[in-house]
């Protein structure tokens, strides 16, 4: 009974942990790439290298995360040593990830694991075992598949978050901010008015 509590409860809790990667898969995947409209071109080219440097820095995630499947993708069919070495190095950065999310404020942490310090040690174990197996063209050929699509996907992804409100949006703003100041000045004037006026009434009158 014991036994197959414990089998049930662990099913139960893989089926937990199954259905939130699915659900957070989801969400960033609808992040990624929401609707047709959330891509435009810009208005120009200062404006589209503005928004790819933004988009760089905010889905920079998103976009490793793409390179790497396509790097494991193209290494799978004759170089399968290098996709258990290079998952088992991924497995080691999602626990620093882990590590730095749940103790946030740790200064040795900070000190001795550096994330330039163990970005550069992963880039560097990825490397050398890509040259060490001889798949340099695979990660040429990664590369020549996941760069342009990062690219067209900073160029033309519309931040919602960032982007101004509409023009109509900005005239009922406007117009509300006027008939709020008005109805300010209205309660300004009879504020200051009402002493005045009660003064007026409360003051003696003066003998003919």
Not at 68 to 84: D, I, Q, T
Not at 107 to 121: G, K, N, S, T, Y
Not at 133 to 139: D, I, K, R
Not at 168 to 176: H, L, P, Q, S, V
Request: net charge positive; glycine share 6%; proline share 6%.
């Amino acid at each position: 009974m014991c036994a197959a509590g414990a089998i049930r409860r662990a099913a139960a809790s893989a089926a937990d942990r199954a259905c939130a990667g699915a659900r957070g898969f989801r969400r960033a995947l609808a992040r990624f790439a929401p609707r047709p409209s959330a891509f435009a071109p810009a208005a120009d080219a200062e404006a589209a290298a503005v928004r790819a440097v933004r988009n760089l820095r905010t889905f920079r995630f998103h976009y490793a995360v793409l390179q790497w499947a396509l790097l494991l993708a193209s290494l799978a069919p004759r170089h399968r040593a290098s996709v258990v070495f290079l998952m088992a190095a991924s497995k080691g950065l999602l626990v620093y990830g882990g590590l730095l999310k749940a103790f946030p404020n740790s200064a040795l942490l900070r000190r001795l694991l550096d994330r330039r310090l163990v970005a550069a040690v992963f880039l560097a174990l990825v490397l050398a075992d890509i040259v060490a197996a001889g798949a340099v063209p695979n990660l040429l050929a990664a590369l020549a598949a996941g760069v342009p699509i990062v690219v067209l996907h900073a160029s033309f992804r519309v931040r919602d978050d960032l982007e101004g409100p509409p023009p109509e949006a900005a005239g009922e703003n406007g117009k509300d901010d006027e008939t709020a100041a008005v109805v300010e000045k209205k309660e300004d004037g009879d504020v200051e008015a009402g002493p005045t006026r009660r003064s007026m009434a409360t003051a003696p009158r003066s003998p003919k």
